[in-house]
């Protein structure tokens, strides 16, 4: 049987705000709008988005060029919050037994968007300013080990919208084959115009808040976002990460496959991993992006692999889809709304939308406010996380019985 790994408590940032304490009160409070309108990413248009509009934590003046992305400053920002945590590790294990697995999908790419304007126009590129290590899937892994002088393997994960969940299944396996003691693992991403105008030639950005699985819903709003935790063997450290799924099943660039049949299979996978039956489940983090397809999809699977009465949410009306770091923020929810410590009353997060459930979806049961975990169950919740070109994971966390505090 596998070693069970240990998740530690969450750095999170998004439009919800920074840190655990600020998101545990978004999550469950009765505000139901963090996003603003914005007309400066696509033109002549406005939508709303998941945006972080604080000052963030300024780099250390010494940095190199080469890692100033604001995607990197957005997760610089975040590690603030575990940094006693980061240093106990290094100090704990050693420098060289430290992983970092990030995932992102944006990375540092708008950073060069003058540079390759100025390259292709004035054909120019040795003076453009264009820097290719701004742009690597690996900037934010390759940022995080140097600024903490780590020697042990670091690297990025993009996988689309599963980016980062699929970073903590990777650090997993790294713990468990025995390559490192502890990872720093999570996935960030920013507001990148490269991905809005994709996303909006698409024609699936919201109009307005996105309402998932609903008969009005008509698309997303594009968020941003990092979450990042350090995981370990130490059941004293955190969380169990008790099962995982994850696959692709290829079906389409864009489009989820309409008979669910990857999404059932990564949740099969985790609650074998996990050896739990579906009716273990307390509460499901859903994937529920607000469009017609990935709504279908997802309430096909929700409601066979576990039950049309399971308590279900979409958080991405009050973060917008954060893309690459989604997995990993709403890893991040499961966390703290599991947790003891950040959620004593065990309350779930209400599903936001404004008018009632899709009826021509599978049924499916969407949490109202006041409900909680059944308290004579251990509270274990599942994530799901679905991408562009059959991408599909989800994570179970539970509750720690060798450390019920937590």
Not at 105 to 129: C, H, K, P, V
Not at 227 to 252: E, N, Q, R, W
Request: aromatic share 8%.
């Amino acid at each position: 049987m596998n070693r069970p790994v240990f998740l530690s408590q969450p750095a999170m940032v998004s439009s919800l705000g920074c840190g655990v304490h600020e998101h545990i009160i978004a999550l469950l409070g009765k505000k139901d709008n963090y996003l603003t309108p914005s007309d400066s990413w696509v033109n002549g248009q406005s939508y709303l988005f998941g945006a972080f509009s604080s000052p963030l934590r300024p780099f250390p003046t010494d940095l190199s060029s080469d890692f100033r992305s604001r995607n990197n400053q957005l997760l610089w920002h975040a590690l603030f919050q575990i940094e006693d945590k980061i240093q106990a590790a290094i100090a704990e294990y050693g420098a060289d037994r430290v992983a970092v697995v990030l995932g992102t999908s944006t990375t540092g790419g708008d950073e060069n968007r003058s540079a390759m304007e100025y390259g292709f126009i004035r054909q120019d590129w040795l003076n453009s300013g264009y820097k290719q290590s701004l742009q690597l899937m690996s900037s934010p892994a390759d940022f995080v080990a140097h600024i903490y002088q780590l020697r042990n393997v670091h690297y990025g994960i993009s996988t689309a919208c599963t980016s980062g969940a699929r970073a903590l299944i990777s650090a997993a396996r790294l713990l468990r084959m025995g390559l490192c003691d502890a990872v720093i693992c999570g996935g960030v991403d920013t507001l990148s115009a490269l991905t809005i105008n994709g996303f909006h030639a698409l024609k699936v950005l919201s109009s307005g808040q996105c309402q998932p699985f609903t008969a009005e819903r008509d698309g997303i709003n594009i968020g941003e976002g990092a979450a990042v935790f350090i995981m370990t063997l130490d059941a004293d450290k955190g969380l169990p990460l008790l099962g995982y799924g994850s696959c692709s099943d290829a079906y389409h660039m864009s489009s989820p496959r309409p008979d669910a049949a990857g999404a059932r299979k990564v949740i099969q996978q985790a609650l074998e991993k996990a050896q739990l039956k579906a009716g273990s489940i307390g509460w499901v983090n859903l994937h529920g992006t607000g469009t017609i397809h990935n709504d279908a999809m997802e309430a096909l699977a929700i409601h066979h692999e576990l039950g049309a009465e399971v308590s279900c949410a979409s958080t991405k009306a009050l973060t917008g889809h954060t893309l690459g770091a989604a997995g990993a923020l709403e890893a991040a929810f499961l966390w703290t709304i599991i947790s003891r410590q950040t959620n004593k009353a065990g309350l779930l997060p209400p599903h936001r939308a404004k008018t009632k459930i899709d009826p021509a979806l599978a049924p499916i049961h969407l949490t109202h406010y006041s409900e909680t975990f059944d308290i004579e169950s251990p509270r274990i919740a599942i994530s799901t996380s679905f991408a562009f070109g059959g991408n599909n994971t989800a994570l179970i966390i539970g509750s720690n019985n060798a450390n019920p505090d937590l």
